[in-house]
């Protein structure tokens, strides 16, 4: 079973930038298709971004585009979202996400698509 651990959260000031990286354990991500969520006190987890097996798809949230950059190491075992150009609506707790199985050309956007979860990281970005 795959364990998921998020790192690189913390408190950024508005237009800075922060790299959050997703490590596995236990198992590999690298047959499968890996997204990052986010989700804001009192608001329901949404979509930040998803990179399939190769990296050769990328999807990401109308919100994040062009400040937001998702890839991976698949020798790390580890996928990273490099966030810049941070605004204080990004405040939130992200989590990344290990896609279902067979999904893992496709870099899914919705969270019943993933089923296994890392426990989250905090970002928050002040004004």
């Known amino acids: 079973q795959v364990q998921l651990a998020e790192s690189g959260g913390g408190l950024v000031q508005v237009g800075g930038s922060l790299r959050l990286s997703c490590a596995a354990s236990?198992?590999?991500?690298?047959?499968?298709?890996v997204g990052w969520f986010r989700q804001a006190p009192g608001k329901e987890r949404e979509f930040v971004a998803a990179i399939n097996l190769s990296g050769g798809r990328l999807q990401y949230a109308d919100s994040v585009k062009g400040r937001f950059t998702i890839s991976r190491d698949n020798a790390r075992n580890t996928v990273y979202l490099q966030m810049n150009s941070l605004k204080s609506e990004d405040t939130a707790v992200y989590y990344c996400a290990r896609s279902r199985r067979g999904l893992r050309s496709s870099a899914p956007i919705t969270i019943p698509e993933y089923d296994y979860w890392g426990q989250g990281t905090q970002v928050t970005v002040s004004s």
């Open positions: 236990g198992d590999t991500f690298n047959t499968y298709s």
